[in-house]
């Protein structure tokens, strides 16, 4: 095995719901952010490196993109950029293009937000067959917040196809737009700042995604 600190594997992992009240039905105020950081992943810059975890995943810079393959059911990879300007952010919006190029469609991947470590982070994700999530990893433990399973949502492209994912972590809110619609809101207060990355997995056989444009922007003053 083949494991940095940036890199995080998940395994087996129960599910549970977090009772936050009823979720927001319009999404929250609009709020302005600019570009602390874009990565394209044209140059290999080590700042996201190769990954292999005796075959339950792999990770790394493919032609212009970042390749993540979870090759084990329920197997979640995630990964986040090594550099001091991303160590410890708390109000953010982060965007990035997210393909599926192969294997199972029930799958999940997106991003992560207040990453303290690989037991306590926020995760924002949709699925290649329509799904999407909000929660959170707390203790090792994930939890959907405010719902018992993912619901379906028509702003996400199904099959092989590219979805634009946002994420906007915000003080209390964390909210989901996909395709520039948004999708959902939620609130929880466990995580206050942390690091940010991306996150893939399987609930049902291999799955492949391909990220680009991965974009991290913070509250303009």
Known sequence: MRLRNWFGLLIGLGWMLTACGRAPETPPPAAEFETIMLENFDNENNLWQEIDVDKKGEAGYAGGKYRMQATETNTFLFSYPVTPATNSLRDISLQVEAEFDEGATNNLY?????YLNQENFYFLMISSDGYFGIGKVIDGKYQLINRS??????????????NRIRADCVGSTLTLYVNGQWVDSQEDTDLKTGKVGLITGTLGG???ILFDAFEIRGLKP
């Not at 997106?110 to 207040?114: E, K, P, S, T």
């Not at 993912?150 to 092989?160: H, L, R």
């Open 110 to 114: 997106g991003v992560i937000c207040r």
């Open 149 to 162: 399973d993912y619901p379906p949502s028509d702003a996400i492209i199904t099959g092989e196809k590219t």
């Open 206 to 208: 291999q799955t492949t």
